[in-house]
Structures are given as structure tokens and as C-alpha cells.
């Protein structure tokens, strides 16, 4: 059988990673995080400034680990790119046309040695148009606030829920309103709100999904 895709887009802390990851698992597809490619290219961006982006292919190699972690040029940064500092910048980071062009290329070369359940904010409009199961994943800012709350706090971060609702506005409008592919539920993708599901009844729903598709 040929590759099968499956999209999830949608807004900042909407559970895609959380429930992308579990589907990917019980599927045995590829699980690709798109967030953390831009997440990764901005950190080498903060760390080497914006004009590596004019031959970002020469600059950046991305790869992902057998559990999830991300290597940029070869290192482990799984943590790094988490940090508060890469969170603040990667919206503008990612809103760069040399950046998204560079790291679509090589999401779609990934997709067409491997099935893959891939989530991000454009996957479904740009990355894989043709992707067969699309789903756009909401939730209320407030429920995805108290989750970014949970994470961080898991991770050891202190931080206040107004700070993180602030950022997750602040992230989703910028990604919403850029030129080239903003974040915008495609055409023929099912829309899933996570905010009073739980993340087995998210999974339970996309995996039907996907049945009743093949
Ligand atoms: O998924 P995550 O919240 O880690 O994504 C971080 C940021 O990366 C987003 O806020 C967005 O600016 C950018 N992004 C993007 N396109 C994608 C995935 C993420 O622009 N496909």
C-alpha cells in the first residue's frame, strides 16, 4: 500500500502533539513534529542571527530520534527549544518565507518515504494538501492555557496562567494573520475541539477517523 498522511493543524497548545503522538504510536506511522523544526531553526537563529537564513540550507540539518527528540546538526536540543526565549520568537522566525520554504521541502520528502501523522499549522493547506485525514484541533484559550500550565510546570518552569495566555494569543495571532500560509483550518479538514475531551477520546476520534477512510 502507498503512503498514507495524516494532517493536524491548529492553534498554539490545542493538545496536537499530545494525541498526534499517541495516534502515530497505535498506527505505526512516522510522528512528526513541525513545531519543533521551526522551534529548532529559530534557536540557531538566536544563537547565530538572521543572515544564516539567506543559505539556511548550508546552515541547518534537522532530524528527529526513535523517541521523538530533535537533533540540530547532530546535537540533542529537545529541551532548548522549549525555552522561553525560542517561544517568543518563533512566530517571527517562522513567518520567514527562506525558512518555511526550506523546512516544507524536507517535511514533504519525509512524507513520501513513510506514512505519518504530521501536525503544525499548515500541513493540511500547504504541506500536504493531498493528506487523507486532515483534522484542525481547537480548544479554548483558557483549557489550552491550563494545559501550557501543566507542561511547564512538569518541565519545573514556574510560570503564571496570565503569561502563558498572553503568549499563546500573542503566538496564534501572528501565526493566524502572516503572508505565507498562516494558520487557517483547510477547506476539507474536520474540525476537533479538544476542550472537554479527553486526550484517549481525541485519539479514539481520529483513529475512527482514519478507519473509516481506508
Ligand atoms: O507547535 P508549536 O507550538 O511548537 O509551534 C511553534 C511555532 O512554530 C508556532 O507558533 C508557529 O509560529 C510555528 N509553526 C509554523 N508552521 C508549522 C508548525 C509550527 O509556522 N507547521
Redo the contacts with the bound molecule.
Sequence with gaps: MSQISIAIDGP??AG??TIAKRVAKKLQFLYI????M??AVTLYVLEHGDKIIENISEHIDITFGINDEVYLNGTDVSKEIRSPEVTNS??RV?AIGEVRSYLVDMQRKISRTDSVVM?????GTT?LPDAEVKIFMQASPEVRAKRRLLEETARGNTIDLQTLTDEIIR?DQ??STREISPLVQADDAILLDTSYLSIEEAEDKIIQLVEDKL
Design positions: 498554539a497548545a496536537k502533539s513534529d513541525t513545531g519543533a521551526y522551534r518563533v512566530s517562522s501536525d503544525g499549522r499548515d500541513i504541506v503566538r501572528i501565526d
